[in-house]
């Protein structure tokens, strides 16, 4: 793989010989999820739920107050919130009066969890707080990486589960899609930040919600048809180079949109973070870059597609672009990101 002209050599991966070669190639070789060992946890103190009432296609309240009695019947206290508006859950989450031993619970999908962890994390970053995820969003990427399968498997990892360190990255960015920016805000991001065609396919998507996950397929095949000019400032840790791109994959956690293998080097423990650069390419190129990335991640390979890792990156454009962060497309440029290793606690199954 060749590099832009002033970024880190980048990362190659390993053939998985043992799997059918697709796309010209091997399965590449994946991380594990995990790099560190985690540990069990006791009984929570409390369960603070909060809710998300528009996900999964307005079914959040549903599953929150199915999750409440089913804690509940187990013998845990439990409080449950409802957002009433996207970003309300990070105000929601910063007024809780949490405990030790407590568990903070985002019922609904990747965004749902990203709220409730800045919330938490603008009010007190140096405590290491416990979190966990019911997934009830349309993707459910971080909860497809924890192995939470069901509503079912993510309460019992509650009550019986293991803790695991989890990173996160803060993530500076200016508030509002291009035309609409307002204020610089912070959020922390725990599973991906996307900037390119990722974005724009995730515009669409979002017009598309009645699609339900196969949104995301429809929203990146128009993308990739528009194939607009995108140019910027990519900085991996104080290496920099300004050029022509199609696509910068950010990634924390291995999955992303309807379970996309966008990261088969990521580990969520590492202390750092992963990006894929897809420089620019045709519209074939990029056709055929999405269809070895269907292929069980097998873009690691394509030509054009650099992998690095980093602790630090920034993204400048010469006009605000769009940047979406863990499945939302909340603001534009100019970005920046810091990983924080082992910055909170996450339940999983055992």
């Known amino acids: ?47 603070h739920l909060l809710v998300n009432p528009y996900s999964g296609r307005k079914k959040g309240r549903e599953v929150g107050q199915r999750v409440k009695a089913q804690l509940e019947e187990r013998g845990v206290e439990v409080s449950i919130t409802h957002s009433a508006y996207s970003g309300h859950l990070v105000t929601l989450a910063s007024a809780l009066m949490v405990e030790d031993g407590d568990v903070i619970v985002a019922v609904g999908g990747d965004g749902t969890l990203c709220e409730v962890i800045s919330g938490r994390m603008l009010l007190n970053p140096s405590t290491r707080q416990r979190f966990a995820v019911i997934p009830a969003g349309t993707g459910n990427s971080q909860a497809n990486d924890l192995k939470l399968t069901s509503v079912d498997v993510a309460v019992e990892a509650i009550l019986t589960g293991q803790v695991q360190a989890l990173d996160l990255a803060k ?13 610089r805000i912070v959020r922390y991001s725990h599973n991906l930040v996307t900037w390119g065609l990722g974005v724009d396919s995730n515009i669409q998507a979002e017009k598309m919600r009645w699609l339900g996950p196969m949104r995301y397929d429809v929203g990146i095949l128009l993308a990739i048809l528009a194939n607009r000019k995108r140019r910027a400032t990519l900085t991996i840790d104080d290496r920099t180079t300004t050029d022509d791109f199609t696509l910068f994959l950010v990634q924390n956690s291995q999955t992303g949109g309807s379970l996309l293998p966008l990261a088969p080097g990521a580990s969520l423990d590492d202390g750092e973070m992963d990006i894929g650069v897809l420089k620019r390419m045709k519209r074939t190129a990029v056709l055929k870059a999405f269809g070895m990335l269907k292929s069980e991640g097998r873009h690691v390979f394509h030509p054009r597609v650099d992998y690095h890792r980093f602790t630090s990156l920034s993204i400048e454009t010469e006009t605000a672009t769009a940047i ?6 909340l603001g534009s440029t100019p970005l920046h990101m810091e990983v924080l290793k082992h910055a909170v606690d996450i339940v999983v199954p055992v």
């Open 1 to 47: 793989m060749s590099t832009p002209s002033g970024l880190p050599a980048p990362l190659s991966f390993e053939e998985d010989t043992s799997t059918r070669r697709k796309k010209g190639v091997h399965r590449p070789v994946y991380a594990p999820v995990f790099s560190h060992g985690g540990h069990r946890h006791g009984p929570p103190g409390k369960v």
């Open 171 to 183: 993530v500076e960015l200016t508030e509002g899609l291009p035309g609409q920016e307002g204020e």
């Open 324 to 329: 979406n962060v863990d499945g939302e497309n």
